[in-house]
């Protein structure tokens, strides 16, 4: 069984462009959850979408922050305009009961 | 949020020792998940354990909900365990997967 993927691994863009983070979760999964850690702090909820709907966004940052998860199967995470403390390490996870699963996270550099 | 404390912050041992990892947390859980980050960032999930006590090979853990700690106990180290323990708690029900992290313990095994 694959675990959940996440794509890129890594992206460095300047402050002001977009970028579009992607996540499959575990087939299956209907929870889709996004964590972030930003240098030297703790791994921090982002939102949390039940199939294609958003149980709970009270994590995400601002309105640069776009979240979807179109027909509740992948997911998508766009940062519009990207700033320089938006850089961090983004994870993507999925569970179907009590298990947390994660993925291999994507590195963000906002120059 | 809920408050989550790990100690030691650091630990470094040379291959074949025993070491206890140690999560506190400020309220009721009804879900906590330890976590091992490798040296690659994968965060592997160990143990799902809310409470009592469970054993997987030279890993075991043990939380005690009513006191608000759990220890993750590693026997006979190895140079493969080395990276970033990290504890992980959270509410229950729809809420289960909205984790609280810790700052982690970061492990050392040498040969």
């Known amino acids: 069984e694959a675990g959940v993927t996440q794509f890129p691994s890594h992206s460095v863009i300047e402050k002001g462009q977009t970028v579009t983070l992607r996540c499959d979760p575990i087939?299956?999964?209907?929870?889709l959850y996004w964590y972030r850690r930003v240098m030297g702090k703790e791994i921090k909820f982002l939102l949390h979408?039940?199939?294609?709907?958003?149980?709970?966004e009270s994590g995400m940052p601002n309105n640069r922050f776009l979240a979807e998860r179109t027909g509740g199967t992948y997911s998508t995470l766009k940062v519009q305009p990207a700033e320089l403390e938006d850089s961090g390490v983004y994870f993507c996870?999925?569970?179907?009961?009590?298990?947390?699963?994660f993925g291999p996270g994507t590195r963000l550099l906002v120059l | 949020g809920i408050q989550v404390e790990q100690s030691p912050p650091d630990l470094i041992l040379q291959e074949g020792a025993n070491s206890t990892l140690r999560c506190n947390f400020s309220?009721?859980?009804?879900?906590l998940q330890w976590f091992h980050q490798n040296p690659w960032g994968q965060l592997i999930n160990l143990f799902y354990?809310?409470?009592g006590t469970k054993q997987n090979g030279r890993l075991s853990a043990t939380t005690v909900a009513t006191e608000r700690y759990s220890l993750l106990y590693i026997s006979s180290s190895q140079t493969t365990d080395s990276g970033v323990y990290f504890c992980?708690?959270?509410?229950?029900?729809?809420?289960?997967?909205?984790?609280?992290f810790g700052r982690g313990t970061q492990l050392t095994v040498w040969p």
């Open positions: 087939s299956g999964h209907d929870n």
């Open positions: 992980a708690v959270g509410g229950g029900g729809s809420t289960l997967g909205r984790l609280y």
């Open positions: 309220d009721s859980v009804n879900n």
């Open positions: 979408f039940v199939k294609e709907s958003k149980q709970d």
């Open positions: 996870a999925s569970s179907l009961g009590t298990r947390v699963y």
């Open positions: 354990i809310p409470s």
